[in-house]
């Protein structure tokens, strides 16, 4: 999908959500988000793709997320979410779901995406695995885990999810294990995937628990992922304080 380009400014002013976070440069991607898992994706895609954008902290407060003005934007009050000045026809397009912006981003460019049409619906592939499987099923073992349901007495919620995790993690590692990227070429599956693993230390603290040295080729990958500079600069847009 080749996405034309129209080179006048838009009025994002028209946009509720520009009340609250105005834009300083109406001429950049505006990105509505936080650093989660889920917030860096897109900042990720972002700076590896070179496009310009403008960063809005919105928190997960529900005085943010809540706000009338961020439902605006995203009726399913989550992060992250972003408003393209330059979208499809010259038209401002708003857009929220990390996995819609990721493939919107890349269809914009025509990069990290792949080669050809094979190559995108494989990326695609990678990219839904982590949507549908890896985030929630993450998500929820960090609940049970780290958060509030580890108070919860009954191991079994702790239990099932870690055990999903474990399983996700050896399908992945089983991907990785004749390959650099989980696609083939670096692509949008790894800027899904790749945040996700680093939440299970940086988040959770949960290494050990999942027996995170089970799975070497995730390991590495992960490190891989980590020592790009423009990951580096997308894991702290928009910074925290």
């Given at each position: 999908?080749?996405?034309?380009?129209?080179?006048?400014?838009?009025?994002?002013?028209?946009?509720?959500?520009?009340?609250?976070?105005?834009?300083?440069?109406?001429d950049r991607i505006q990105l509505y988000s936080y650093p989660t898992p889920n917030g860096v994706k897109i900042s990720i895609a972002l700076e590896e793709l070179g496009?310009?954008?403008?960063?809005?902290?919105v928190t997960l407060a529900d005085a943010?997320?809540?706000?009338?003005?961020?439902?605006?934007?995203?009726?399913?009050?989550?992060?992250?979410?972003i408003i393209d000045p330059d979208g499809p026809d010259g038209v401002p397009l708003?857009?929220?779901?990390?996995?819609?912006?990721?493939?919107?981003?890349?269809?914009?460019?025509?990069?990290?995406i792949g080669k050809t049409a094979r190559d995108r619906?494989?990326?695609t592939q990678w990219l839904m695995f982590q949507m549908g499987g890896v985030g929630p099923m993450f998500g929820q073992f960090g609940y049970f885990y780290a958060y509030g349901g580890k108070a919860i007495e009954d191991a079994r919620p702790l239990e099932r999810y870690r055990n999903e995790v474990r399983r996700l993690l050896a399908v992945l590692d089983g991907q990785l294990s004749e390959r650099d990227w989980i696609a083939g070429d670096f692509s949008i599956a790894?800027?899904?995937?790749?945040?996700?693993?680093?939440?299970?230390?940086?988040?959770?603290?949960?290494?050990?628990?999942?027996?995170?040295?089970?799975?070497?080729?995730?390991a590495a990958y992960r490190e891989r992922f980590l020592a790009?500079?423009?990951?580096?600069?997308?894991?702290?847009?928009?910074?925290?304080d």
């Open positions: 999908m080749n996405i034309q380009h129209n080179p006048a400014v838009a009025d994002l002013t028209t946009f509720p959500i520009s009340t609250r976070w105005p834009a300083k440069h109406p496009l310009p954008y403008e960063a809005h902290k943010d997320v809540k706000s009338p003005e961020f439902l605006s934007l995203n009726p399913n009050n989550k992060i992250p979410a708003p857009l929220f779901e990390s996995g819609a912006i990721l493939l919107y981003l890349a269809d914009k460019t025509g990069k990290l619906q494989i990326v790894d800027i899904a995937i790749a945040p996700w693993l680093r939440s299970l230390e940086t988040g959770y603290q949960a290494l050990d628990a999942i027996g995170w040295s089970d799975f070497p080729n995730v790009r500079p423009a990951v580096q600069r997308g894991l702290n847009m928009p910074p925290r």
